[in-house]
């Protein structure tokens, strides 16, 4: 079973500071998703991350797929109270897809006060 | 389309009884997946569907759940005799190759 670790488990911080989530593990993804969840709802999508070393950047945040594709991170740049929320990493199992079979991390819970 | 749906939202249920929930999914997707998520963890696979046939059933899936989608369109997840362990958010999610996965809202199960 590929296994992915989150860190931290929790944050919390204030409007306006940056802040870096990573999700690690010790197998090879053929690729990693992020997701945001709000209390009661399920998990949006937020990225997909395929190519060793991708960056992507969505408006405040900047998704970064580790070289041996064992990692990914979230940057994101002058929190907002909107930004709070449980962040997910998620995985394919070995040989699976993006769309198919899931592995999740334990996710980091994000508090931006204002 | 409005995206996957999930019936009920919530529900409470004392232990022993049997539950059933029900998932709609996006229409195209013909993968359908139910997730358990307990507070503040993240979800963890139980079984999956590509159109009809269930394909993969989690050994987390005790024989006191079943699931069927017939005619490959709307799910259900049934769990029968209820136990407080059962307590958690069930999150149903479609994907469709490209496209990628769509979650529910979810059904939070309190059992008491």
């Known amino acids: 079973t590929q296994l992915l670790e989150q860190s931290p488990q929790f944050l919390s911080i204030q409007e306006g500071e940056n802040l870096t989530v990573y999700c690690n593990s010790s197998?090879?993804?053929?690729?990693l998703q992020w997701y945001r969840q709000e209390p009661g709802e399920g998990p949006v999508l937020l990225v997909t991350?395929?190519?060793?070393?991708e960056v992507k950047k969505l408006k405040r945040l900047t998704f970064q797929f580790g070289d041996a594709r064992k990692d990914s991170s979230l940057h994101i740049t002058a929190a907002q109270p909107g930004d709070t929320g449980l962040y997910l990493c998620?995985?394919?199992?070995?040989?699976?897809?993006?769309?198919?079979?899931?592995?999740f991390g334990q996710g980091t819970i994000l508090t931006v006060h204002p | 389309d409005t995206g996957v749906s999930q019936d009920p939202r919530h529900k409470i249920t004392k232990r022993g009884q049997n539950v059933t929930f029900r998932c709609d999914p996006i229409?195209?997707?013909?993968?359908l997946y139910w997730y358990r998520q307990t507070l503040g963890q993240g979800p963890e696979f139980l079984t999956y569907?590509?159109?009809?046939?269930?394909?993969?059933k989690s050994r987390l899936l005790s024989d006191r759940f079943s699931a069927e989608r017939p005619k490959g369109s709307f799910s259900t997840l049934e769990i029968q005799r209820t136990e407080q362990g059962d307590s958690a958010m069930y999150l149903c999610?479609?994907?469709?190759?490209?496209?990628?996965?769509?979650f529910g809202s979810g059904t939070r199960l309190t059992v008491v």
């Open positions: 998620a995985g394919p199992n070995a040989g699976g897809t993006s769309y198919g079979k899931l592995t």
């Open positions: 569907f590509q159109n009809e046939a269930q394909l993969e």
């Open positions: 999610a479609s994907s469709l190759a490209v496209v990628g996965y769509t």
């Open positions: 991350v395929v190519t060793g070393g």
């Open positions: 229409s195209e997707h013909n993968r």
């Open positions: 197998s090879v993804f053929s690729s």
